[in-house]
């Protein structure tokens, strides 16, 4: 039976890790909530998997671990900011800090930041906003990385390109987190580790060659990745990942024609105030029958249920907080040398029943 761990205790102990490593105070204590909610919602790849990555960027210096995003511009409805790589999870929680209110006054309210460092698990925020019946979208890009291929090429132009979306129903929310990309950096990397194969092609060789083997992202010329749809339908995940360029990229004034070394997101963020539209109501009772809908249709062979995004994720994250976080089992491994050069005991597992 595998070990389990106290959510609360997980949240100490990246806390911990994150303040002796030197982040500020609100900053680590942001940082671990996110990271740890990645987890509870099922989301392996981007919860405390990420942590020795930020630890090793707060010791390297390219993530900045004190101040505040710098105010480039604003309206009532609008901001820009600077996070001079400032951790993403705090600068992400204070721009929804930012927009919600506005949003309430407004209708709606956008953020745009460029210099960011990593933002972690989209769908760790959106609950934010659509438990205030409020609806999110977020996005973000990588102006330094080009792994993923535009439909057609054999060579690397952008980064996988997340799009978040969190809408409120009257039951559980719709709760939207995927990328543009058919896999992440980081679903590849972990195959990559366990010297496993992808049951699918969605990878290319340098020479264009598909493939279902991460090493090719490993290997020199490096590989490929297609975007969503894959080598028939990458027309549709291309359309998508040049959407988020423009909204994260090039509406931020920050992106890859400045050529940029280091790494950083570029991120958009919209708040959207129903209440200013077809209202509150009206746009739960819409989506709930949607979402009722897509559920009641009929079924293909072997399918158990039709789930809508973020049900699973919520269930699972439910589930947790009760019997514990299931961690996966790279994770303690990979933060026991840090918790031991930082002084910083481990986590201890949960006692459960047989």
Same mark, same amino acid.
């Given at each position: ?92 929680? &204070? ?6 209110? &506005? ?89 990559? &580790? ?61 992106? &890859? ?98």
């Amino acid at each position: 039976m595998e070990p389990r761990y106290d959510h609360r205790s997980l949240r100490i102990f990246a806390d911990s890790l994150l303040r002796k490593a030197g982040l500020e105070p609100a900053m680590a204590r942001d940082v671990a909530e996110v990271l740890v909610e990645g987890d509870l919602l099922g989301k392996t790849t981007h919860g405390l998997a990420l942590l020795p990555a930020y630890l090793q960027s707060i010791a390297t210096s390219k993530m900045t671990p004190k101040g505040q995003p710098k105010v480039l511009k604003k309206s009532a409805t609008t901001l820009l900011l600077d996070a001079n790589y400032l951790p993403g999870p705090f600068v992400v929680r &204070r721009a929804l800090d930012w927009a919600l209110p &506005r949003a309430k006054k407004y209708g709606v309210a956008t953020v745009s930041i460029r210099r960011c460092h990593h933002i972690a698990c989209l769908q760790a925020y959106l609950r934010t906003a659509t438990d205030e019946g409020l609806v999110v979208l977020l996005m973000c890009s990588d102006p330094a990385n080009a792994v993923v291929v535009p439909h057609g090429g054999a060579q690397g132009v952008f980064s996988p390109n997340p799009i978040g979306a969190g809408f409120r129903t009257t039951d559980t929310p719709i709760l939207i987190d995927t990328t543009t990309s058919s896999l992440s950096n980081a679903q590849i990397a972990r195959k990559y &580790r366990a010297k496993e194969k992808f049951s699918f092609d969605a990878l290319q060789t340098a020479s264009g060659k598909l493939t279902n083997d991460p090493a090719v992202m490993f290997s020199n010329p490096t590989g490929s990745i297609l975007p969503l749809g894959g080598a028939e339908l990458g027309h549709k995940g291309f359309a998508l990942s040049i959407i988020v360029e423009a909204l994260t990229n090039a509406l931020g004034g920050h992106g &890859r024609a400045k050529k940029p070394a280091r790494w950083g997101a570029s991120v958009w963020l919209q708040i959207i105030n129903p209440a200013f539209f077809g209202g509150t109501k009206e746009f739960a009772k819409e989506t709930q029958f949607f979402a009722q809908a897509c559920k009641k249709a009929k079924q293909c062979p072997g399918i158990r249920k039709i789930r809508l995004p973020g049900e699973e994720s919520l269930a699972r994250r439910s589930e947790q907080l009760k019997s514990g976080v299931a961690l996966h089992f790279e994770i303690l491994p990979a933060l026991q040398p840090w918790a031991k050069k930082l002084a910083v005991p481990l986590p201890k597992s949960l006692k459960r029943r047989q």
